[in-house]
């Protein structure tokens, strides 16, 4: 009999009968409430009407209609709604099927637009797990061991993850802009430098909002060295942090931005952005593929984009991922095995240490497993998997983040008490 390969580890044992909102409803019986999105994906809920009203329309027109042999409305309408929200002058898209699909769409870009070899990212980054994803990915030696070598050209800067660094943020950011600088004498001259690639929050990575004066760092030394700065919004845009991309927290313009995610919540589609004239630095054809933005799913993304406007969604993971955070630091009074409570938007963490300040994965797991038991799905995250992130699909209720938070606060009296 076949069965699935153990290659994927599971983090619950539900298996999924149907979903709705925030809530899914296992095989077992019992109703749990999401607030993993699954990872980061639903983010007008599960099987939000209307797109699931929209798929279906779509299904009867055209399911398949390859991007290089025919155009396709869904395609066309759905760039026209992205270009309402899109950053300036970012005009040009291309569909694949992943985020790691779209970070090597964004790497072939770089090095073809600027003629140099390097891509500079950045220390417990998450970009994906294809070969050119995975060799930019220092979230965990577990996404890069084993199938050596990865792709050349990959220079990893150190990241401003201060809470690790036990410095403050202003500290951090100085401390990793000032060895990116060294790098530049030591490492990747700026003339072999291609791009920087970064996600607005680390997300793998433990749930790590990149500093904003980091963010401004690196825009400012793109615009000096004539290296394209990418964005990886694969996992905190679409309104996730409280703004529709995560990179305007910062007020800075990034060259090329991945989408996917939570663009079409849950049909698998991805794209970049960029200019035109970046765009059209690429010699046509080189990038492609069999099923990039299938016309079901950007169907489904065109739906999501005008809920997401409608049900003014942004605003609303504003603040429920501030209610959310003065809930969780609520916790932290009491369970002081929480050292640090972080997030913005609706991406929330906290991450766990003992009373040395080490890394405490254990009490990481105890909770998430205990909150199963009270119903409630949260995943770890996080390079010692000590960070469990919360990440409620931007639908989420008042009353909602309170079930959760009430769930949170059970399962870590059962850790604690363990
Ligand atoms: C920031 C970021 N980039 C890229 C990816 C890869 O996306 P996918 O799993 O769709 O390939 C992820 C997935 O978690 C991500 O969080």
Not at 12 to 32: F, M, N, Q, S
Not at 247 to 253: N, W
Not at 266 to 282: D, N, R, V, Y
Request: proline share 5%; with cysteine.
């Amino acid at each position: 009999m076949a069965h699935i390969s153990p290659i994927v580890k599971q983090a619950t044992p539900v298996v999924v009968e149907k979903a709705e909102g925030c809530w899914i409803l296992g095989t077992d019986g019992h109703r749990y409430l999401d607030l993993t999105s699954g990872i980061a994906v639903t983010s007008t809920g599960h099987c939000h009407p209307r797109v699931v009203a929209a798929a279906q329309e779509q299904i009867t027109k055209v399911i398949h209609a390859q991007m290089a042999t025919v155009m396709h409305k869904p395609m066309l309408q759905l760039t026209e709604k992205l270009g309402e929200v899109l950053p300036e002058g970012l005009d040009s898209v291309f569909y694949a099927n992943s985020g790691a699909e779209a970070v090597d769409a964004a790497l072939r870009l770089a090095r073809m637009a600027t003629g140099r070899p390097n891509i500079v990212a950045f220390q417990g980054a998450f970009h994906g797990r294809s070969v050119g994803a995975a060799s930019l990915t220092t979230a965990s030696t577990k996404f890069r061991t084993g199938f050596a070598p990865l792709m050349g050209g990959v220079v990893v800067a150190p990241f401003p993850y201060a809470y690790r660094l036990g410095m403050s943020e202003d500290e951090a950011v100085a401390f990793a802009l000032q060895e990116l600088d060294f790098y530049f004498q030591t490492i990747s001259a700026p003339n072999d430098t291609a791009a920087f690639i970064i996600e607005p929050v680390q997300g793998d990575g433990g749930y790590i909002p990149t500093p904003w004066a980091f963010l401004k760092g690196l825009e400012e030394r793109a615009r000096k060295h004539n290296i394209l700065l990418i964005l990886d919004e694969v996992q905190a845009g679409i309104g996730r942090t409280g703004k529709f991309w995560g990179h305007q927290h910062a007020g800075i313009k990034p060259d090329i931005i991945t989408i996917a995610k939570g663009i079409a919540s849950g049909f698998p589609i991805s794209a970049i952005a960029a200019s035109t004239e970046l765009m059209s630095k690429a010699l046509p054809g080189s990038q492609g593929g069999t099923y990039g933005g299938n016309a079901v799913a950007a169907a489904a993304a065109i739906a999501t984009l005008s809920v997401i406007e409608d049900e003014d969604l942004v605003a609303n993971a504003a603040a429920r991922g501030e209610q959310l955070q003065s809930g969780l630091k609520r916790l932290q009074t009491k369970y002081p095995v929480i050292g640090d409570v972080r997030g913005i938007g609706l991406m929330q963490a906290m991450e766990f240490t003992d009373h040395d300040g080490e890394a405490d994965p254990a009490t990481a797991a105890a909770v998430q497993q205990a909150a199963i038991e009270e119903k409630l799905l949260l995943l770890t995250c996080g390079p010692r998997a000590n960070v469990i992130r919360v990440i409620p699909p931007l639908i989420v209720s008042p009353e909602e983040i309170e079930l959760g938070l009430a769930a949170i606060g059970r399962a870590l009296e059962t850790a604690a008490t363990k």
